[in-house]
């Protein structure tokens, strides 16, 4: 497969059986989408797609389970990653009673029942960067398509958005292409700059919105599953576990109390980030500054453009230099979009942004169609 950024690419894409070479095709094409749309829309200004391409790249990261600490990387990853299938277990039978059961709770069957649900979680993360995709690009590839914002053109791009899930009875990807489309005939620099930002942050909207059902289950994950994962990891050792009723489930409470404890600090350390060139960022802390010094660049500092005004008075919690912007709880819709507001607002003119993702021996390893090498 050839670097492109048609809607013909663009399905290519989606279309790739392969999960992590699909993940790294993703990555490509939003960096691809990214520059091309930054030089229609206004040259000065980042989009959507490059905010993007680097979580596409994080989730990539976070999935092949090279982004969680060492510790628990030795321990949990599989020779293929984290959505490989699970070692055999360890045949051991004992006693009788459900007190011997769960005092056979073996290291090993806890990381077999971690491993299953970080194994999950892989492949939560890589359907939702593939929906995701499959929604948001194929717009952008159609505008790019088109050499002119003729109204032809207008028609079939907010066609592509057609059938998208609706936030408070709204299409938010149909209105978010619609700033960008309205940027491309703005002759005022400062409205067309708020109009790219307006866009990208009704995108990132859409983005939230359909990813919070997979965001909440997996921030749940742990207590949810634990007791019923430990029990199905003792009755492969032990067919008694199956007997053994709600007795084994009280007993096995506190190991999967302190499971789901444990889960919510992996979740953070491992998933609760945001890598790009600027470095890897936690998403519970508030977004940096910026080199330039300035939070709000002057642009944009001022709305004239009523849906950015609208958005930022919304979801922008901080106090203009990003203290106050932290996602302190990931699983909640606002939190979230107050994080991505003030990251998109200060880093809306940051053109490091715009740089590869990748080095040259992965992007030669995507052009044979091969996955890359582990960084």
Request: hydrophobic share 45%; glycine share 8%; charged share 25%.
């Amino acid at each position: 497969m050839n670097r492109a950024t048609t809607p013909d690419h663009v399905a290519a894409v989606v279309a790739i059986p392969d999960r992590v070479l699909r993940n790294y095709w993703v990555t490509q094409t939003y960096a691809d989408l990214s520059r091309a749309l930054a030089s229609r829309l206004a040259p000065e200004t980042v989009n959507w797609c490059t905010f993007g391409c680097w979580a596409s790249a994080t989730v990539g990261a976070s999935m092949r389970g090279e982004a969680m600490p060492a510790w628990l990387a030795e321990r949990v990853r599989l020779p293929d990653g984290l959505m490989g299938v699970a070692a055999e277990p360890t045949h051991h039978h004992g006693g009788s009673s459900v007190v011997h059961l769960v005092g056979d709770l073996r290291p090993d069957r806890v990381l077999d029942v971690v491993r299953a649900l970080l194994g999950e979680m892989a492949l939560n993360l890589s359907n939702g960067n593939t929906e995701v995709f499959a929604e948001i690009a194929p717009p952008a590839a159609v505008l790019l398509a088109h050499d002119a914002p003729t109204p032809e053109a207008r028609a079939a791009v907010l066609a592509a958005c057609d059938g998208a899930p609706e936030i408070d009875g709204e299409n938010w990807l149909k209105i978010g292409y619609g700033h960008w489309l309205d940027a491309l005939g703005e002759p005022d620099p400062r409205r067309r700059s708020q109009l790219v930002l307006a866009g990208s942050l009704r995108l990132g909207g859409h983005e939230q919105n359909h990813l919070q059902p997979a965001i909440a289950g997996a921030m749940d994950m742990g207590v949810d599953e634990a007791t019923a994962r430990l029990r199905e990891r003792l009755g492969r050792d032990d067919p008694r576990a199956a007997q053994a009723g709600e007795w084994l489930d009280r007993a096995l409470e506190p190991a999967a109390r302190a499971l789901g404890d444990a889960w919510g600090t992996i979740m953070t350390d491992a998933y609760g980030v945001w890598q790009s060139p600027e470095g890897t960022w936690r998403l519970d802390h508030d977004v940096p500054m910026p080199a330039s010094g300035v939070f709000v660049p002057s642009d944009v500092a001022d709305p004239v453009v009523a849906d950015l005004a609208a958005l930022r008075d919304r979801f922008d919690r901080a106090d203009g230099e990003g203290r106050g912007s932290a996602a302190r709880d990931w699983e909640v819709f606002d939190e979230r979009m107050n994080f991505i507001t003030n990251l998109f607002v200060s880093r809306h003119h940051s053109l490091d942004l715009l740089a590869e993702p990748f080095d040259d021996a992965t992007r030669a390893a995507l052009a044979a169609d091969t996955v890359p090498p582990e960084p």
